[in-house]
């Protein structure tokens, strides 16, 4: 058998007999969304207004639960001066697995490609429009690596390839009353879509974050029912009249109980 061919056939056993690589872990709260972790490798964006709660929530994630011996994981944060490590560390990060890059400057694809070979998550701001090059450059060191690259900012969209998008909906602040209190906690549904999340996405209600600090389930908002008047009679009928006067049986304030 030629030289060639045999190399060939090892690297093929090589690769049959490999272990599938191990998902990279997420804080349990997340988990109805993302069931059994992100797949190494692979390409996450975070949109929306609540995308940096997000990030701190799959910062804390990984350097809490990764790593080999689970016993927390290393995470790389290029181009987000504004990263809440406080915040993080309130949602269960480790602070001292964390990585920070606030300004890589000109050769940030440099910094991503060198973090991509250490960590297993890599949180990144793209300061401008990501060339081509680089995409592919950086895609093939993240699945080459099993390193989840977490994208966020303006130009998240602009990277072709995300398998996962994750967002909140619903977004509801508790504890200020009329003008006056203290913010003790955010109610949000998180959604996730795309192709790591089939069909019509995932969604759970979360505490994100909880009065604590920490990212825990929330039970689902519920929609108060508001009395309505007796009903008047009318050709020897019931009927139920709203406020403004035109029928209706029972009257639906939007709220959270």
């Known amino acids: 058998m030629p030289e060639a061919a045999l190399r060939d056939l090892a690297r093929s056993l090589e690769h049959a007999s490999a272990p599938p690589a191990r998902a990279v872990p997420v804080l349990p709260a997340l988990r ?16 929306g ?16 639960h990764g790593g080999e011996d689970g016993a927390g994981g290393w995470c790389g944060i290029v181009g987000v001066p504004s990263f809440g490590v406080v915040a993080a560390a309130g ?22 490609a060198a973090l991509a070979e250490a960590v297993e998550l890599v949180l990144l701001c793209p300061p401008e429009r990501p060339g081509a090059a680089a995409v592919r450059r950086l895609s093939a060191l993240a699945r080459k690596h099993g390193c ?45 879509e795309g192709r790591d999340a089939p069909g019509r996405g995932r969604r759970a209600d979360l505490w994100l974050p909880a009065a604590d600090g920490t990212v825990a389930p929330a039970a ?14 009318k050709d020897g009928a019931p ?3 709203r406020r403004d006067g035109a029928p209706a049986a029972v009257a639906v304030r939007e709220g959270i109980a």
């Not at 689902?220 to 009679?233: C, D, K, S």
């Open 91 to 112: 949602m269960g990060a480790e602070p001292e697995r964390l990585l920070l890059v606030d300004d890589p400057g000109d050769r940030w694809p440099d910094v991503v």
């Open 148 to 192: 989840v690259l977490t994208l966020t900012g303006p130009y998240a969209r602009d990277w072709p390839g995300v398998r996962l998008r994750l967002r909140l909906d619903g977004v509801a602040w508790e504890g200020v009353g009329d003008g006056h209190g203290r913010l003790r906690g955010r109610r949000a549904r998180v959604v996730a």
């Open 49 to 64: 207004p609540g995308a940096a709660s997000l990030a701190l929530a799959l910062v804390a994630g990984v350097s809490r």
């Open 220 to 233: 689902p908002a519920r929609r108060p029912l508001e009395i309505v008047p007796p009903p008047a009679v």
């Open 32 to 47: 109805p969304v993302i069931p059994g972790g992100l797949r190494p490798g692979s390409l996450v964006g975070l949109d």
């Open 239 to 241: 009927v139920h009249t």
